[in-house]
Structure formats: C-alpha cells, structure tokens
C-alpha cells in the first residue's frame, strides 16, 4: 500500500503579516481525528515522519498567527482569520493522511520494559587512576519502537577510590546524557556521557574537580557480545565503550567501561531474610535474589567502625517478603560485635 504523502500549501494572503521570529514547531497532540501514535511517545513510523513534520510547520504557524491576532485590527484582523481558517483546513487534510500512514504500517508493538543487572569495570590510563574499578550495574531500560530503540530509564551512580601523591581520591560516576541508542536483533549501539565528580583528600584539605567522557557502549566483537539469545530482548549481554576524559584530574586520558550481565523483564521478587547472616554470605543470598546488596556499618549495634570478615547483618530494608522490581538496593546494617 503506497503511503499518503502531505498536500503542497496553498497560497497566502497578500496582507498577511509575520513576526520576525518563527516559533519553533509544536508537537501535534489532541487534534480531531488525530490517532495515538506508535512505538515511544510521540514518535512516528519513519514512513509517516514526513506528514508528521508537515504538522508541526503547520501548527507552529497557527500557533504565530493566534499570537497575532490579539495585537491585530480592522482589515489585518481579517486576513489573519483568514489564514487561521487555512491552517485548521490543513491540519484536518494532514492529520486525516498520518492516520491513514500509520494504519498502513505494521504493527509495532509498545516498548518492553526491562532491567539490566550485571557489573561494571571501569579503567583509564591515568597513573593516578588506572583501575581496573568494578561495581554492581543496575540500570532499568526499555527496548522498541520503529525503527527499534533501547532507552536508559534509570543509572545509577557508580564509584571508585584510587591513591595519588596527594591522597585518597574517590570518584563519583553519574549518567548526564545519551541514554538512546538503536537496538538490531541483539546488537546494541548506545551513546552516553558520563559525569566524574572527583575529590581527593590531601589530609589538609580536599580538592575537588570534574571530568566527563563520552563513549558509545557497544556489542561490537570483540570487547562486547550482543544478546544472546538473538534477537532478544533478554539474555546475556556486553557492551564495552572507550573515550577521551574531558577536564579534571582526569583529563586528557582514555577511559573505558565495560558492562556485563543480562537483560531481564521487569517482575517483582520477594526480598530473602538475611538477618544474622555474615555480610559475604548476605551479598550472595540477595544477589541471587536479583537484587542489589548494600551495606552500612549499624553502630547501634556496637562493633567497631568497619566491615570486617566477622560483620553480620542486623537489619535490612527492604524487609524479608516485600515484593520488589529486580534490581531494587537491598541495605543493610551490620556489626562485628559476636552473636549471641
């Protein structure tokens, strides 16, 4: 079936006037006859995405003409209306065309909800900073549309301490933009730019700087694997990017992660009761749960100020039973003081 293509305008009137600025284009939502649109929220078949554009010129330009209209008098008042009454005649004739577009294509199903869950390394060439750095990596995302997409929802702050000549330095990790990429039966592209907020303490004082870093986090062989099993959405997955760090301490050196783990569905699991348990062996009971272990030292409990082999866990939150989405951080308050 041919796709609609939108109509050419027709011509304008001689007495029209302008503002010297046009109004950037107004995302077309809630016009008779105008249909939910497919895949992400407001996004358009690629097929269609040309009617979609034509509707945006068109209600940014009605959009102009209605500002206007209040300032306007006698016979330009007219003309305006006028042109008002074109532009709604327009919308109808296009909005009628991406309905019947978007009906022509295949369906595309809403995009699917899920969870990373894996770990991190983090590694740059700094002296100071080589690492390798690993964590736990949570991160919720959601795959589909058309063309088909994978977005971060949710990432998580990530960090790292490292010794340079001055101190201790701890880096802070956050997420500061990208977070869309395309998705292909496995194979995932994804640019992001990560924000490194650094603090080194001297022993007289902190010095605190930035760095940032861009990277496209990839499947690509042979640093990264693709979903398996094809063509996914769930299964087991490495995606591995590298770039210069920008700014900072860190500044001038590359800088690389690696993300290794799976992809899963969105389903609540029961929190496991860890209380009384050796810190390890409470990291590996809520690890298998799926879920994210994180640990304080509880001084109420009395012990000293650190966890050690000894410490073992007197409380938790999430509480055992709760039913949470996988990934949900699982804290919990140890002490080394002796059981009783």
């Known amino acids: 079936m041919s796709v609609p293509q939108a109509s050419n305008r027709g011509a304008r009137s001689p007495g029209r006037r302008r503002s010297p600025r046009r109004g950037r284009a107004v995302p077309f939502a809630g016009f008779p006859g105008s249909v939910p649109l497919v895949g992400f929220p407001g996004s358009v078949p690629q097929a269609c995405q040309s009617i979609q554009d034509e509707i945006d010129k068109v209600q940014a330009d009605l959009n102009n003409l209605q500002?206007?209209?209040?300032?306007?008098?006698?016979?330009?008042?007219?003309?305006?209306?006028?042109?008002?009454?074109?532009?709604?005649?327009?919308?109808v004739t296009l909005s009628n065309q991406l309905t019947e577009c978007?009906?022509?294509?295949?369906?595309?199903?809403p995009p699917t909800e899920a969870y990373f869950i894996g770990s991190s390394e983090f590694t740059t060439t700094n002296e100071n900073a080589q690492g390798p750095f690993?964590?736990?990596?949570?991160?919720?995302?959601?795959?589909?549309?058309?063309?088909?997409r994978i977005n971060i929802e949710t990432f998580p702050a990530l960090g790292a301490l490292f010794e340079t000549p001055l101190g201790t330095g701890m880096t802070t990790v956050t997420l500061i933009g990208g977070g869309t990429g395309s998705y292909d039966a496995g194979k995932i592209s994804l640019p992001i730019t990560l924000h490194f907020a650094n603090t080194i303490d001297t022993g007289v004082g902190d010095i605190t700087d930035s760095s940032d870093l861009s990277m496209v986090l990839s499947t690509d062989p042979p640093k990264g694997s693709p979903v398996t099993p094809a063509p996914g959405p769930f299964g087991n997955v490495t995606v591995f990017g590298s770039g210069q760090l920008v700014g900072g301490f860190l500044g001038g050196s590359t800088g690389t992660l690696k993300?290794?783990?799976?992809?899963?569905?969105?389903?609540?699991?029961?929190?496991?009761?860890?209380?009384?348990?050796?810190?390890?062996?409470?990291?590996?009971?809520?690890?298998?749960?799926?879920?994210?272990p994180e640990f304080f030292v509880d001084r109420a409990g009395g012990g000293g100020p650190n966890i050690t082999p000894k410490s073992w866990v007197i409380r938790q939150s999430p509480v055992f039973g709760d039913m949470v989405e996988r990934g949900t951080v699982v804290t919990m308050g140890v002490t080394d003081t002796e059981q009783t």
């Open 67 to 91: 500002a206007q209209l209040q300032h306007a008098t006698g016979e330009e008042k007219k003309a305006i209306q006028a042109d008002i009454r074109e532009d709604n005649k327009q919308l």
């Open 102 to 109: 978007i009906a022509s294509q295949p369906n595309v199903p």
């Open 134 to 148: 690993p964590d736990d990596l949570v991160f919720r995302v959601n795959i589909g549309g058309d063309p088909v």
């Open 259 to 292: 993300a290794t783990g799976a992809i899963q569905p969105v389903v609540p699991v029961a929190v496991p009761y860890v209380k009384g348990l050796f810190w390890n062996e409470a990291q590996d009971e809520v690890r298998s749960a799926n879920l994210v």
